[in-house]
């Protein structure tokens, strides 16, 4: 059996987060909307899941054009069976994660984030899956004292701590 592996990256639009996962039924497309809706709905965001079974389309939803465009685009070019992926404006991964992660048919979150994005993707004859991800660079040093106190900061600044 030959395998393939590569990586493919992952086109983030400037101010969105995206959300990388796996999930395992047709209904999660729904279940993925009204998850992020209830969370934040506020929040604009573009849905794509890619169905490996059936017709084997990519199903999309969301309440933006231009994310829910983009999101059917990247999930066309990872084509991994089985995956979603989010698109997030006006809000952060932290304000839905833990819906999404809590609904039924969701196996797996890869990544949850703004950095540059890789998927590392395993390719057989049967189709394609996620090995993993690689989620932003490499650590230049361990953080000090002043660091320490810009990541207090920057926490209060956004409106997450006190």
Known sequence: MKI???AVDV???ENCNVILGQTHFIKSVFDLYE???ESSPTMKFGIAFSEASGK??????????ELIAHAEKEAMKLSCGHSFIIFLKEGYPINVLNRIK????VCNVYAATA????VIISETELGRGIL???DGQTPLG??????????ADFIRKIGYKR
Do not use: F
């Open 115 to 118: 950095n540059p994005l890789q």
């Open 132 to 134: 993993g991800v690689i």
């Open 4 to 6: 393939e592996i590569k």
């Open 56 to 65: 084997r389309l990519i199903r999309s939803d969301g309440n933006d054009s």
């Open 142 to 151: 361990i953080e000090g004292e002043e660091d320490r106190k810009w990541r």
């Open 11 to 13: 086109n983030i639009p």
């Open 35 to 37: 998850a992020i809706v």
């Open 102 to 105: 809590n609904l039924s048919e």
